[in-house]
Every structure is written in structure tokens, then in C-alpha cells.
């Protein structure tokens, strides 16, 4: 699938690594780039603490308008001078409370870039904004390390494949960067079994059709943890992005990550770009 539209949520302090990439990846997929600034409402919270006093309140609101003229400010200076098409969102977002606006923009939208929480500079609400990016929205969301410097230029890609409807979806919502790359590795981790020959063969098949030359890593009977095993073999292979299939714990609690995903995307080193 080409990409057309890019949604980049803002930080409320730092140099916004996400607008960063985000820019650059609408640059080599020449899209048309929003920049959701958030703007974190405080009214909810100060009804459900109770009453505060006029001082403090007037200073928690003056609190939000700097994080928002600020969040703005940063993210100007990635886009200004790119050259690129778009514009600047502003979107409600309680504390405690929806990001419906966040969540309508993305799924307008053909990818959705994000920073991952930062422990030194947390963001409100972030993991949970995640976690409904990637189970709601429909469309692929990119999280991005929050210490990545590197110039994203996706060349040498790997994808986390074990036949499921998430990381198809994940294949098919990278295909153009996929296409675009040197080198793509298709990387099978099967704990319990090898794969059947005719399974390794239908996905070359696959991705040939699309133009695409593949590496296959395949680990079988991997013992210990499976994100484990995928994020060695990530780094082994010097991958620069990978593209895999978000999961839940359960049908049932679909916006609860399930533990290999949430592994993966606290001790990520590059760009992944997640599906469910």
C-alpha cells in the first residue's frame, strides 16, 4: 500500500524524535504530513481531586498552554523547512480520559508515527495511546525509539512473520517501503517445529509477486522467550526497521498488549512498524 498521509503525534518537551522521522518518511514517500499536537485538558482532573485552590489551578492550565505553545514550536522546526505538505492539529485529550479526535485523524490516515515513552521524560497517557493506535486505528502505527539519532531510511528491513492475520496486515501496510528497500528478511520463528517447505516457497512466491527479494531466517525450536529470540536475530541482521503484527493478550482484551509485543516495544532499538 502507498503512503499518502502521515499523523505524527507531538511530545510535550524534548526535540520530538517522532516528528523527525516523520518528516523524513513523508520526504521519501512524498505524503501529505499532520502534526497532532495534544493538548491535555485538565478539567476532568481537577473535578475528580476535587477542589483546589484559584493559585494552583490557574498554574496547572498556565502548565498545559507552555507544553502546548512549546510542542508546537519543536515540531515547526522539523517541518518548516522540509518542504513538505501539511499541517498542524491541535486535539483534545483528557487525563485519565478518550483520545477520540487523536484516534479519528489516524484512522484517516495511512500510518501513524509515535514516540515510545521516554522514562526520563514521560508523556501522559502515552502507552496507552499506543496500545489504541495499534488495536483501533486499522492502520499501521510506527513507534520510535525515544533515544534514536539515525537518519530513517529504511533499507535493510526485517519482518516478523508466523502466518497470522496481524503480521499479514503488517505486510501489507509496509509493502511500498518494503519495495524500496535493499534488503528485506523475512524472519520465521517457529518454537516447535520447522516449517513446511511448501510454506517457505508460497512466501517467496509472495513477495517475488510484489517485486520483493527475500532473506529467509528461519529459528526453530527456540527455547526461552520468542521476543527474545526475534530481537537478537533483529540485531544480528543490522536491521534499521522492523514490521510485525501486534498482538493482545486475548480476543477478549484487545487493547492489553500481549507480553512478546510489549517486550519488543520497550526494548526496541529501531523503528518498528506495528499492525494488528
Known amino acids: 500500500m502507498s503512503i499518502k498521509t502521515v499523523v505524527t503525534l507531538t511530545d510535550t518537551a524534548g526535540d520530538q524524535v517522532a516528528s523527525r522521522v516523520a518528516v523524513e518518511l513523508s520526504k521519501l514517500t512524498d505524503a501529505y504530513l499532520i502534526g497532532v499536537v495534544p493538548n491535555f485538558e485538565t478539567t476532568l482532573y481537577l473535578c475528580a481531586v476535587g477542589p483546589m485552590p484559584p493559585d494552583y489551578e490557574l498554574r496547572l492550565q ?17 517541518f518548516d523547512t522540509s518542504g513538505l505538505q501539511g499541517e498542524t492539529r491541535i486535539t483534545n485529550i483528557s487525563l485519565g480520559g478518550t483520545f477520540n479526535e ?18 526520563s521524560k ?8 499506543i496500545e489504541a493506535l495499534v488495536f483501533d486505528t486499522g492502520v499501521a502505527t510506527l513507534i520510535v525509539p525515544h533515544s534514536y539519532e539515525k537518519a530513517f531510511v529504511p533499507k535493510n528491513i526485517a519482518v516478523a512473520w508466523d502466518g ?21 528478511s523475512v524472519v520465521m520463528i517457529a518454537p516447535h517445529e520447522e516449517p513446511k517447505h511448501s510454506d517457505l516457497t508460497d512466501i517467496r512466491k509472495y513477495f517475488g509477486r510484489h517485486g520483493v527479494n527475500i532473506n529467509l531466517e528461519v ?10 529470540a526475534l530481537l537478537d536475530t533483529v540485531d544480528r541482521l543490522n536491521a534499521d526497521m522492523l514490521v510485525m503484527g501486534g498482538y493482545s493478550h486475548s480476543r477478549l ?12 516495544l520497550h526494548e526496541m532499538k529501531i523503528p518498528v512498524l506495528m499492525t494488528h
Request: net charge negative; proline share 5%; glycine share 6%.
Open 62 to 78: 498556565e502548565q498545559v498552554e507552555d507544553a502546548l505553545n512549546n510542542a508546537q514550536a519543536v515540531f515547526g522546526k522539523h
Open 102 to 119: 487523536l484516534m479519528q485523524l489516524a484512522r484517516l490516515s495511512d500510518i501513524t508515527v509515535i514516540r515510545q515513552d521516554d522514562p
Open 122 to 129: 514521560p508523556e501522559p497517557m502515552r502507552d496507552a495511546i
Open 164 to 184: 497470522s492475520g496481524p503480521a499479514s496486515n503488517a505486510i501489507h501496510a509496509s509493502m511500498s517501503m518494503l519495495q524500496a528497500a535493499d534488503t528485506v
Open 219 to 228: 529459528m526453530s525450536n527456540v527455547t526461552g522467550s520468542v521476543s527474545k
Open 253 to 264: 482484551a484487545q487493547y492489553l498488549l500481549g507480553g512478546a509485543t510489549r517486550r519488543v
